[in-house]
Structures are given as C-alpha cells and as structure tokens.
C-alpha cells in the first residue's frame, strides 16, 4: 500500500551539530518528495523539496537526498541552531490520474544551545 | 490571499455530539486535502479532492465521519457522533503544483 515511513519520531542535538532524518517509501509512483517544518502551534510548512529524477537538492545550510532504487529519502540539517526546533515531516506525492500527498510520522527535533 | 482558511480554531464538545469542520482552500487550487494530527500518527490523510470531486477517502477512519466540497471554495468534514478518541487537530491544505498550503487547524477535543 502507500505508506511513508519516518524516523527516528525525537532527535537531540547540540547547537552546531547536525541532524539528519530519514525516510521511506513504498509507492513506486511516488515522485515528488518534500519537507515540512511545523513550529510549536504552527500549521507545517515547505521547507525543501526533491524530485525523482534528481539524487541530491542543497539550499544554504539543510539538504535532501534520494535513492530511488532503495525507495529512500533523508533531510540533512548542519550546524542546527535553537531556531531549528521543530517538528520535521517528509511527505510523498503519488502521481495517478491526480497527486495524492500522503506524509510520514514526523520527528520532533531539539536543538540545545 | 489569506491563504487557507479553516473554522472554528478550537472546537470542544462532548461525546455524541455532531462537529463540523469548516476550509476554505486558495482560490484556483484544485486539490483539497484533509489531515488528522496526532501525536502517534503525524498527519493522517484522511480524504482528498481534486475539482471538487472525492478521489481518495480511504484515510476516513469510520463512517462516523464524512466530507463534502460542494464547491471549488468550501469543504467540510463532519463527524457524527463523536467520541473522545477523535481529539486532535485537523488540517486542510491545498495543493498548488506540488506545494500543500495549509490552514491554521482546527483543534478538536471530544469530552
């Protein structure tokens, strides 16, 4: 079925490090891949996306891979900052007739300073 | 654009009463999509629409709920009766392209 699975569901990082979370996916039609970011009572927003005829997008300090041939995607983030606190999902759009985007579980990522 | 607009904010009620939840998705998206947020399951597709037409409602946990977009401006998901288990907050988004454009969210408590 379609599915996308995330994780890990909590990451904790020091201020400077990096984090990195992962996903996966089951739907061979799946062929967009985007992040959301949702702040503490906030509703999720874009932050970065990847196509599937591309492997690797980059925008200033977060990057996104993929691996087609494993149904693998991940979200890199160097040099995490307090600001980067937040609930990170990935998500899948699967193309038929029309796009269905469906989102993983989400990781709640802490950034200490 | 105010972006997507969903009502009421905050919604309690108690067990057995009918709850609706109200969108209004950006005018000239096309695809409408509702979402249920849990600290469990993330956000749960619960149905979606592409021109006003259900495509997808296998996400809708019971027959207890059910959705509508009458037109391209306005959908509602309703669900009747509620019961505790259905507390969470539920979003709306529209598509454009490829980005989903999400409301505020509704929080619904069921006591």
């Known amino acids: 079925g379609e599915n996308v699975e995330q994780h890990p569901s909590t990451l904790s990082v020091q201020e400077g490090d990096s984090a990195v979370i992962k996903c996966t996916y089951s739907?061979?039609?799946?062929?967009?891949f985007p992040w959301y970011k949702q702040e503490l009572g906030k509703r999720p927003q874009l932050i970065i996306d990847?196509?599937?005829?591309?492997g690797e997008k980059k925008d200033q300090r977060i990057a996104v891979t993929l691996n087609k041939t494993a149904k693998h995607f991940s979200l890199h983030i160097t040099e995490t900052q307090p600001e980067d606190s937040a609930v990170y999902f990935c998500?899948?759009?699967?193309?038929?007739?029309?796009?269905?985007?469906?989102f993983g579980t989400g990781t709640r990522l802490q950034v200490f300073p | 654009d105010a972006g997507v607009i969903q009502s009421p904010r905050h919604e309690v009620t108690e067990m057995g009463q009918e709850v609706t939840l109200r969108c209004k998705p950006i005018?000239?998206?096309?695809?409408l999509f509702w979402y249920r947020q849990t600290m469990m399951r993330g956000l749960e597709l619960l149905i979606y629409?592409?021109?006003?037409?259900?495509?997808?409602d296998s996400g809708m946990p019971e027959d207890r709920f059910s959705a509508k977009m009458p037109n391209a401006s306005f959908s509602t998901l309703k669900i009747q009766p509620s019961e505790p288990r259905d507390s969470a907050v539920y979003f709306c988004?529209?598509?454009?392209?490829?980005?989903?454009?999400f409301g505020q969210g509704t929080r619904l408590t069921v006591v």
């Open positions: 998500a899948a759009i699967i193309s038929y007739n029309t796009d269905k985007l469906i």
């Open positions: 739907d061979s039609a799946s062929n967009y």
């Open positions: 990847i196509r599937s005829n591309v």
């Open positions: 005018s000239g998206h096309n695809s």
């Open positions: 629409f592409n021109n006003n037409v259900p495509i997808d």
């Open positions: 988004a529209s598509l454009e392209g490829t980005e989903a454009f």
